[in-house]
């Protein structure tokens, strides 16, 4: 039953601490995005990589994020620093081969909440 | 250009009622409609979805109907169930695979 994992599940971190947020795509996806969801915004793209290469991470902001794939089983999402407004739910989801509009498999999430 | 507009923001239906939810959009680029399906505490999954050459898809109890004129969608639940309560998200692809979603309607389904 493959899925998509994260780690951790849960965080919470005072302000101005880093946090660094991991997944690992399904086996043979090359596409692997990040969204995050608050209730005000509901589900924000952040930013995507295919075959490891970030095509897209406009709605990133740039100067505490940064998103990157070490290897094909790895994603990161890293806050520097960790803000308030920085509390959601951070989904990790991909895609498999080919191009053209395809499923997205989510993960489980990462709660994050920033004191 | 880029939103996809969502209503209602939550929904109460009575078991065996039909559960309808409408989504609208802009961007013209957008050649695929999924709806997703989300339960507390885990991520969206996806539901039906549907491409713009189509005006009705259904599977199961789950019918999308499409209006490419007047750019808007919806989501149709038969006989709905208690089991069908959770968060419900329609979405525009472009052939990149990137999601635009909607804010989300909260289903609540009374046994």
């Known amino acids: 039953d493959a899925r998509v994992t994260q780690t951790p599940r849960h965080k919470v971190t005072e302000m101005g601490q880093e946090v660094t947020m991991r997944c690992q795509p399904i086996?043979?996806?090359?596409?692997v995005f990040w969204y995050r969801q608050t209730m005000m915004q509901g589900l924000e793209l952040l930013a995507y990589?295919?075959?490891?290469?970030?095509?897209?991470d406009s709605g990133m902001p740039k100067d505490r994020f940064s998103a990157e794939m070490p290897d094909a089983t790895l994603a990161t999402l890293k806050i520097q620093p960790s803000e308030p407004r920085d509390s959601a739910v951070y989904f990790c989801?991909?895609?498999?081969?080919?191009?053209?509009?395809?499923?997205?498999?989510f993960g489980p999430g990462t709660r994050l909440t920033v004191t | 250009q880029q939103q996809v507009k969502q209503s209602p923001q939550s929904l109460i239906v009575q078991k065996g009622g039909i559960s309808i939810i409408n989504c609208a959009y802009e961007?013209?680029?957008?050649?695929?409609f999924p709806w997703y399906q989300q339960f507390p505490g885990k991520g969206p999954a996806l539901l039906i979805a549907?491409?713009?050459?189509?005006s009705e898809k259904k599977e199961g109890r789950f019918t999308i109907s499409f209006n490419k004129s007047a750019k808007q969608f919806s989501l149709h639940i038969m006989d709905s169930q208690p089991g069908d309560s959770a968060t419900y998200f329609c979405?525009?692809?472009?052939?990149?695979?990137?999601?635009?979603f909607g804010q989300g309607t909260i289903l609540t389904v009374h046994p």
């Open positions: 086996l043979g996806h090359n596409t």
């Open positions: 549907i491409r713009p050459d189509v």
């Open positions: 979405a525009g692809d472009t052939s990149y695979g990137k999601l635009t």
């Open positions: 990589f295919r075959n490891r290469a970030p095509l897209d």
């Open positions: 961007n013209t680029a957008f050649d695929y």
């Open positions: 989801a991909s895609g498999p081969l080919g191009g053209g509009p395809y499923e997205q498999y």
